[in-house]
């Protein structure tokens, strides 16, 4: 098995959006959206991919 710290991040991530249990959301340049979670807020800024694994 390959470590995974020989991958980069964008390696990583194109990796995942492939599998099965995963949500992709991509949010544009200068958009800004507020992720709420159960005692949280969470401000984000784009672009920024939004990945849920439900695995």
Known sequence: M????EHSTKEL???L???GGVESYFLDPYKKIELVLEN???QI????????VTD
Do not use: C, N
């Open 2 to 5: 390959e470590k995974l710290k």
């Open 13 to 15: 991530h194109d990796e």
């Open 17 to 19: 959006i492939k599998r």
């Open 40 to 42: 949280e807020k969470v």
């Open 45 to 52: 800024e784009g672009p920024a991919t939004i990945l849920i």
